[in-house]
Structure formats: C-alpha cells, structure tokens
C-alpha cells in the first residue's frame, strides 16, 4: 500500500484537493512511514558473529495493511474469555444506499448513531413480552466495506441466546432463531432515521428511505462462535485490506484480490491507480471514533452480570471451567525471560537490542503530496 501511495498519492491529492478529509492524510502519511527509518526503530545485534541489522518501528496505525495483528489478537483473546457457554446469533444491519451516501456525507455524527440504533434495537426487540421479555447480551462491530472495497455501512452483532428475565433469572433462548428480521428492519428504520434527524440540524432524508425495504439478516452461525469472533476482530484495529491481497501494481492500474461470493475460491480486480486509492481511503473513520460498542448486560458497567451469567450456565450445563493459574506460576511466567530473535545470518546467535534510532535525525521526507500545505492543516 506504501507504493501506491507514493505512486498515485500525488495525483490523487491534486484531484480531490482540499475536500481530503484530514484522517485521510494521516492515514497516507502513516502508511508512507510504517516501517521505514522515519518511524525511528533500533540496532539488532548477534550475540555470536556480531552482525547487525535495523528493525524500523511500525506506525500502529489503524488503517495501515501492515499493522494490527497484535492488536487484534489481543482484543480477540479478551472477548474470548467473555464467551457463554451457549449458541451465538449473528445480526446484521444494513441500510438502503440512500441513507448509506447521507451517513458518509457526516462520518464523524452519524458513525455513533448507526451503532446505536443497532445495538438499541436488539434491546428493545427483546424487551417486548411478544417476544423474549428479558434483557440481551449484545457486541455491535461496524464495517463499512464489501469484498471489492465499495462503501457499504454496516453492523455486525454477536448476541448470546441467552437473557435475564425481569425477576433476575438466567434464561436461554430455546427458539432456532432470535427474532425475525422483517421486524427488526421495519423497527431499525423508524429508529435510526429518527436518530439520525435529532442529530443532524436540516438533514433533509429522501423519501426513497422510508419506501425502500431494510435488509437485516438474522442468522445462528453454523461454524463456530469462535470463528466469527475472529472475523470480527480482524476489522477491529485493522482496515478493509492487507498487504498480501495486492498483486501487483503495474503502470496506472492496481491488482487486488478478493473472496468470491460464494467463499469458495479468490477473484483478482483490476482499477486504476487514483480510484483504488479512492476506494480505500473512504473507509478510514475519523480519528478517536470506536468500532465496537457493547450493550445490555455485555456494556461495561455490567460485566458483572456477564461473570455471575457465564457461572450460573457452567453450573446449570455441569462444565467445569479451566483451572486459574496459581500465583507461583504467574510470578513465574512474567520472570521468564523473553525469547529473543535468531540470527539470519549465522544461525545460532539471539539477536538483542544495541541502540535506539531517533526519528527525529533521520531525514525522510516522503511523498512531497503528503506536506507542503496540508501539513499545517488542524485535526
């Protein structure tokens, strides 16, 4: 991605000119740095034949194609230990493209509202008496791109069928499905486009928004609850594409692959240079928005609730959870001593680290597109 940047930032910069937002150029700028002597880094060297080498810092960006498998892995093995002990719903909210071209005109308002109204939804669907009467558990994740990397908001949300009924007690839902989705989109509707209207002094929504049919897709996933959670977690620190799915580029146009429809097999596209640039920065959401939001009794300030539910259900289904480890062996594990890296070039040194690289000393100025002007330019 740092190649096409540096190959098409500057005609794409000239393009758009000042309508670039500035988490776009962040994001550019970022990208150009990752890993290369601007971001600073430090001197490796072997233990055993002294040979050194130069590891530059990443920019932890999270719209960078080469950062954030860390992140995720981390944020993946935290929500794993959140898990029930039960099935798993999968909810998904779409909108019409009508109102998907007014939530992009007003990322920054309306990014926030769409989670909302998605998350609050599945509240209310469950706390009708019609329905489950009870309180659900529920983790909303916003994506906003297809396979091809064009514009489609939408949310996902991981729903344990199980609930808390008004008098306390921990109930599952013992129904093959959660609710059915021609209500659920008919109640998201009404909700999110009033949302959307409260929040958006004149926001004039066409009357195609209330004429077209909602989509929302309903499903209990059949290949493991812990799969999904992955799925999910890959787009939570990182972006709609990485590294290894850009081919080639080569001339104007760049080649990117992409799953087929049916998950079975990779496509390859082909676009020019300037619209894959376009195509992919419109998915960088403005800076210090969250991606993920929890509600019901999976919101922060009931994680409680979530502890004493998982219990109850691992006592009710006689499943015994893993052994704690001891504090010996806690205190044991934070001494060992980290593994260092191996030596490529003699095979048997570790390499440690000698000095630190300043940044700052290191002149790299990048792609000329990306400063000059812009650069003085506030968040």
Known sequence: MADVINRFGGAY???????????????MRAITRCRTPAAGGHVLECDSCGDQTYAYHSCRHRACTRCGKGANDAWADRRRNELLPVRYF???????????RLIRKHQRVLYPIFIKASGETLKKMARNPKRLGGELGIMTVLHTWTRQLKYHPHTHNMVPAVYINPDGDVCEVDKPYLFPHKALAKLFKGKLLAMMK????GLQVPRSAYIKKWVVHVEQPSHGDDIVLGYLARYIHRTALSDRRI?????????????????????????RGREFLRRFLQHV???????????????ANSRHDLA????????????????????????????AP??????????????????????????????????????????
């Open 13 to 27: 910069m000239a393009e758009h000119g000042a309508s670039i937002p500035y988490a776009h150029i962040k994001a």
């Open 338 to 379: 980290k593994e260092l890296p191996k030596c490529a070039c003699c095979d048997k040194g570790r390499l440690f680290i000698l000095r630190l690289l300043d940044r700052d000393s290191i002149n790299y100025p990048g792609p000329a597109a990306l400063y000059g002007a812009r650069q003085s330019r506030a968040p």
């Open 308 to 335: 004493d539910i998982k219990a109850t259900l691992l006592k009710r289904k006689v499943i015994k959870p893993p052994p704690a480890p001891t504090p010996e062996a806690l205190a044991e594990a934070e001494l």
């Open 285 to 299: 959401v403005p800076q210090g928005l969250h991606r993920v939001r929890y509600f019901g009794f999976w919101n």
């Open 90 to 100: 999968q909810v998904v909210f779409t909108v019409p493209k009508c109102v998907a």
């Open 198 to 201: 409260a929040a958006v002094d």
């Open 247 to 271: 081919l080639k580029v080569e001339g104007e146009k760049v080649h990117f692959s992409y799953r087929s429809d049916d998950r079975k097999g990779w496509k390859t596209m082909c676009l």
